[in-house]
């Protein structure tokens, strides 16, 4: 097969305030045409900064020193900028992760892909029309005629994907480079938009360049896979190849840090360390410091491409044929391998609810008019109960947009439900008055999702730590003299070594520390008044693999040694299952089914938990894996279909559905679920199984 | 004793000042991760370069602020010292020749002769018009239409020499001290400045202080001699009535904004972290101030002032204390005046901070809305308010040109620039033109406006813990690295690098 794109050798140097940052350090890679290469890396390995040296697209401080791109055969990197840009978008073309930011909202839709196509195609307006019709239409937009001349912002995420993807399009790329195309997308619309790609791929026989840091999405869409790590490849391989017998010990890792189900009752494996700054020469290998196969020789030498199959490569002087190397010996060393926690001990406690909700609702009035009169409510959260027992993990999954975090705030109070009931330990929170509200503010406390918004940029940790404390009157143990600026001193470093941080980081700002450790300062922050609920906010939906892993980790060794309680609010299915043991899937502000985690994960019974667990990416393809495309977005909170929430995009809909909203249907006596398939709790008790 | 202190209302505020920033900055260097963002400051080329052209404006404001009246020779009949009702500063006596050469009328810069024809009477009793000679400008010149010229050159380099050999005594004093500091020989220390390998920008700021010694020195040379910048209608040199409207430049910009950023700040942030009805209050209010034309508001303000001035004559023993009191209370109504417009930039900020999820941690610690405010929301919108103020600096010196040009601005018998320009109406307008004391009024002010701009700049970036900017240092390493990497293996990719990035070389 002729290559399409061939990268040699490609050097790229990001220039920082104190060294050069090797952001991409001798790539070199081979894509054929129509075929599907992944790029698998953590953030911050220089994926994004490859793609953006093959479009020439670097911001103004970077630099590619070395290397070679070329493009059927002509090295891109000679061209002069005018030259370029008739490479890009015609053969190169790219599309971003963050669909919101990546169109111009003050141009319409049409007008957007119009810019292309003037671009590229002498087309006569009429031509051009019909052309970004048959765009959009390829791509999946319910009646382009009508939404090409919309604006970005009166689409949803998903379709605003699908118009940057008809972008991208436009100009009959040979290659299209998609970097993190679904990261921020929901499952369900992951499924849609992934799909989506398959068919065009295989449609206009394009080659894709998948830049993403998620196994599953890897193993749905690749063919041939290079994982990435600190600026270079260190394995290639295809699909088949890497998920059966991952090579490299940073593959193996990955693996190993993934939370499944049949983890739950040991902690992940966690690469020890973190990536190392790129602002180094590396001697050899890049990854010994944190691989447990590291040998003197693997600090001294660097690596080169050994062969493990004609068709996988890994760059591991494991795999080098003068050193003896079982690859099964590999395999059950990494998952040993762990971070010493304290053994899961299964602490049986009485059920007492610690947190009750009832019929809590929250709605946010829409005002209009000169008078601000009201003129619709949105029912972020319509009418629901839960339950936390102490000691035990509830989560929450459910889309964003469903009304999960406006869940968590309102237990808070830091929104005011509009109607229902939160009692802590069986006192009534609603309606109390912010002073009497602050006694009870070190019982709970709320983890955020993104530990680069949570923590106030100008403050240290040592403040970020004590501010809580001061404000709730937390009583300090240590006998320590009022005079000093931080009395706290003490109980600081006891917390920071709680979360794994070394002691000496109080004293800087947070913008020092990466996703991981922000987060860890984020949960030692909650942790400092002692709190016994926890409300954690997809606090991991931020972090990479590894990151995740070692955060988990900890919730789960505080779980069992503080008996925390947590309320984890998250749409990643995988987490849930290592971590949870009751789960309530919530839909449109409601909750559509709740049981032991158990029950629910092996036996969903409402449609949309049926859809929501299959649309996840697996990757292991052991098992015949259908995935249940949903149809459309999820609907507007302030104007909610009648009936039941679901029926607009349930498969099984009936006529019943768009009447009334279905009463309970219970299968045990922990799992139930809202849904006319299954007998109505007042009409009939027999259990369907 | 020989003078008698006196303490204007704006003497008094500036002393407050100065004191405040020096207990900020005693208070700055107990503090180390406070002062650790102060020491980008100081690593800051462009900044350091400006803070050195604005230590010579705030020098001069500072000199101008110590007031006092000097003794007169004779005694009272109770043998007490009498004072002079002149209140003079310690800038005054400074540059009392600038002061006491007036001359009759306009004459250009570096002018022998007036600018106007008058008529003189000979001393044989005839009559000639002709360009006077001046009284005090070139005097000294027996032939000035034809010595004029050398002598202006000659004191012209001898200024420059004298400028320069400050500027040497400063470098081989710096150079010293670096020695001592950094325990290294002195040419050590002088081959760091000159390859800017040192910490702080001394190289810029020594390239500054050249061209600045250069100037004085020059100016010093020709102001005993000549009227540098030229004179003004009445006779006044230029020169004199720009050096003395800096410190009024800087009590309007600086008093202004203080009384100013209470207002601003505290309204501002109230409005939008409270919402409801108290950000309805304060919106209306600022509002309505906002859509009364500002002018009409101040000139109503200042001229009951006047009134008041005026009926109340015994209030003030001099001239100047009534002078002051104007421009402070000019300092107060456009304070009161001007906050809206950062009042609404700090609403909006806040509105977006208020959402942001560490102060909703901080709700959920049930921390106090005072401290909320003052910990977590006002260090992240002092970035805003210190560009404001600073661009406010240039609005405010400008607003008063505009304020004294209508007739309610300073008292007339203060030099500010606002009078400079106000007066330099009716010069462009006249045949010849006189241009120099606009000009002089636009270059003073420009230096200082921009400098002040930069040092903004400066101090904005190094206290933004997020930034972290391309130092000079670092562009020239990186070149460095460059030229030694192409020659050796990758002569090819760097040239295909640098045609894609010709930004690098330059």
């Not at chain 1, 495309?629 to 302030?638: F, K, Q």
């Not at chain 2, 720009?242 to 501002?268: D, E, N, Q």
């Amino acid at each position: 097969m002729n290559e399409l794109l061939e990268i040699d050798n490609l050097e790229t140097i990001l220039h920082t305030d104190k060294a050069p940052v090797r952001a991409v350090d001798g790539l070199s890679l081979k894509i054929s045409k129509g075929e599907t290469f992944a790029l698998l890396g953590e953030s911050g390995c220089g994926k994004s900064m490859t793609a953006l040296s093959i479009m020439r697209l670097l911001p103004d401080v970077g630099e590619i020193v070395a290397g070679s791109i070329r493009i059927n055969d002509r090295d891109i990197l000679q061209l002069p900028e005018i030259g370029m840009r008739k490479i890009r978008g015609k053969q190169i073309s790219m599309i971003f992760q963050e669909p919101m930011l990546s169109l111009n909202p003050v141009l319409t839709i049409a007008e957007q892909i119009n810019e292309v196509l003037k671009r590229h195609f002498n087309l006569t307006p009429k031509a051009a029309q019909d052309r970004i019709l048959e765009l959009l239409d390829q791509v999946g937009i319910p009646d382009p005629a009508r939404r090409m001349h919309e604006y970005s912002f009166q689409f949803s995420g998903g379709m605003k994907q699908r118009a940057m993807i008809a972008m991208a399009l436009a100009g009959e790329p040979e290659l299209l480079i998609a970097d993190e195309p679904t990261t921020a997308l929901d499952v369900t619309i992951q499924a849609q938009v992934l799909q989506l790609m398959r068919q065009i791929q295989q449609r206009n026989h394009m080659a894709i360049l998948l830049i993403t840091h998620d196994l599953g999405v890897v193993s749905e869409m690749a063919q041939r896979i290079a994982v990435m790590y600190a600026g270079e490849i260190v394995e290639l391989a295809t699909r088949e190849d890497f998920f059966a017998h991952p090579a490299h010990p940073y593959s193996l890792q990955l693996f190993a840090s993934l939370p499944e189900k049949q983890k739950r009752n040991q902690p992940l494996a966690v690469i020890s360390g973190n990536v190392p700054s790129l602002t180094q020469e590396f001697i050899g290998c890049r990854f010994a410091d944190r691989c447990q196969h590291a040998t003197q020789r693997c600090h001294e030498i660097k690596p080169q491409w050994e062969t493990v199959t004609p068709d996988h490569l890994v760059r591991c002087h494991l795999f080098s044929t003068d050193s003896a190397y079982d690859n099964n010996n590999q395999t059950t060393t990494a998952t040993e391998v762990t971070e010493t926690t304290s053994t899961l001990s299964t602490t049986s406690q009485p059920n007492a609810a610690l947190l009750e909700v009832n019929n809590l609702q929250v709605h946010f009035p829409i005002r209009k008019g000169f008078f601000r009169q009201v003129v619709g409510q949105v029912k972020a959260v319509d009418g629901l109960s839960l339950k936390i027992t102490a000691g035990k993990t509830l989560a929450l999954v459910g889309e964003s947009g469903c009304g999960k975090t406006t869940v968590g705030k309102s237990i808070l109070q830091l929104i005011n439900p509009t109607a229902g009931s939160v009692r802590y330990n069986k006192q009534e929170l609603v309606g109390l008055r912010r002073k009497e509200l602050r006694q009870m503010r070190s019982e709970f406390q709320f983890v955020f999702q993104d530990p680069y918004s949570s923590l106030n940029p100008r403050m240290r940790i040592i403040e970020i730590l004590t501010e809580g404390m001061d404000a709730l009157n937390v009583a300090t143990s240590q006998q320590t003299d009022a005079t000093a600026t931080f009395p706290r001193e003490k109980e600081i470093d006891a917390l920071l070594q709680h979360v794994g941080l070394p002691v000496e980081t109080k004293w800087r700002y947070p913008h020092e520390f990466s996703g991981g450790q922000r987060q860890r300062i984020a949960i030692a922050r909650a942790l400092a008044v002692n709190p016994k609920l926890l409300i954690c906010d997809e606090p991991t939906s931020a972090l990479d693999i590894s990151v995740q892993a070692q955060i988990l980790n900890l919730l789960k060794s505080l779980q069992n040694n503080l008996g925390l309680a947590f309320l984890f609010i998250t749409h990643n299915i995988a987490v849930v299952e290592y971590l949870a043991d009751d789960i309530a899937v919530m839909y449109l502000g409601r909750i559509v089914e709740r049981g032991h985690i158990d029950e629910v994960i092996s036996n969903p019974k409402h449609p949309y938990t049926q859809a929501l667990l299959s649309a996840v990416p697996q990757i292991k393809h052991t098992i015949e894996h259908k995935v249940i495309h949903l149809e459309g977005d999820l609907p507007s909170p302030a104007t909610p279909p009648s009936g039941c929430h679901f029926h607009p995009r349930c498969p099984h809909v009936m006529p019943v559905c768009r009447e009334s909203y279905p009463q309970t249907s219970a299968f045990s006596a922990t799992h139930t679920t809202h849904c006319f398939l299954y007998p109505q709790e007042h009409s009939s008790s027999d259990h369907e199984h | 004793m020989p003078f008698d202190p006196v303490i204007l209302w704006t003497d008094a505020l500036i002393y407050l000042l100065v004191i405040i920033v020096l207990c900020f900055a005693w208070y700055v260097r107990k503090n180390e991760h406070l002062l650790a963002p102060w020491r980008r400051v100081v690593h800051s080329a462009s900044g350091m370069s400006a803070l050195t052209v604005l230590l010579f404006f705030i020098t001069v404001g500072l000199l101008d602020t110590v007031h006092f009246r000097p003794a007169l020779d004779h005694k009272n009949n109770y043998g007490e010292a009498v004072y002079s009702v002149e209140v003079l500063s310690l800038f005054d006596i400074l540059v009392t020749p600038l002061r006491t050469n007036v001359e009759k009328t306009y004459s250009a810069p570096l002018a022998t002769h007036l600018y106007a024809k008058e008529t003189i009477d000979l001393p044989d009793g005839s009559r000639i018009r002709t360009f006077a000679r001046l009284e005090f400008g070139g005097a000294h010149l027996q032939h000035p239409e034809t010595d004029r010229l050398s002598d202006i050159q000659w004191r012209t380099a001898v200024g420059i020499g004298y400028g320069l050999m400050a500027w040497s005594m400063l470098v081989i004093g710096l150079c010293l001290l670096l020695a001592h500091r950094t325990k290294q020989n002195f040419l050590q220390c002088l081959s760091a400045i000159w390859r800017r390998t040192t910490e702080i920008p001394w190289y810029a700021i020594l390239i500054t202080l050249a061209i600045a010694l250069a100037l004085i020195g020059v100016t010093c040379m020709l102001a005993t001699h000549y009227h540098v910048l030229g004179t003004d209608k009445v006779g006044q040199d230029v020169l004199y009535q720009s050096l003395k409207s800096i410190r009024i430049a800087l009590v309007i910009g600086t008093l202004t904004t203080l009384i100013m950023l209470p207002f601003a700040l505290l309204l501002g942030i109230m409005a939008g972290y409270f919402r409801g009805w108290v950000d309805d209050i304060i919106q209306y209010t600022y509002t309505t101030l906002n859509s009364i034309p500002s002018v009409l508001l101040i000139a109503a303000a200042v001229l009951m002032m006047q009134v008041y001035i005026e009926m109340n004559p015994d209030l003030f023993e001099t001239i100047a204390a009534r002078a002051d009191l104007r421009l402070l209370f000019l300092c107060i109504i456009l304070g009161i005046t001007s906050w809206t417009g950062l009042c609404r930039l700090l609403r909006g900020e806040t509105l977006k901070l208020r959402e942001m999820e560490y102060i909703q941690a901080a709700h959920a610690f049930g921390v106090s809305h005072w401290r909320i405010i003052t910990r977590h929301i006002l260090p992240n919108v002092m970035h805003i308010v210190l560009i404001a103020t600073v661009m406010d600096f240039s609005g405010l010196v400008l607003a008063e040109a505009v304020l004294s040009y209508i007739g309610v601005g300073v008292d007339p018998s203060m030099i500010s620039f606002g009078t400079m320009i106000n007066a330099a109406r009716l010069e462009m307008a006249r045949e010849p033109m006189v241009w120099w004391a606009l000009m002089a009024a636009f270059g003073f002010m420009l230096t200082l406006v921009l400098s002040a701009n930069l040092f903004a700049d400066a101090v904005q970036n190094a206290l933004d813990p997020r930034v972290s900017t391309l130092s000079q240092k670092n562009k020239i390493l990186r070149h460095r690295v460059a030229k030694k990497a192409a020659p050796s293996n990758k002569t090819d990719t760097s040239e295909s690098s640098s045609t894609k990035k010709p930004t690098h070389d330059s």
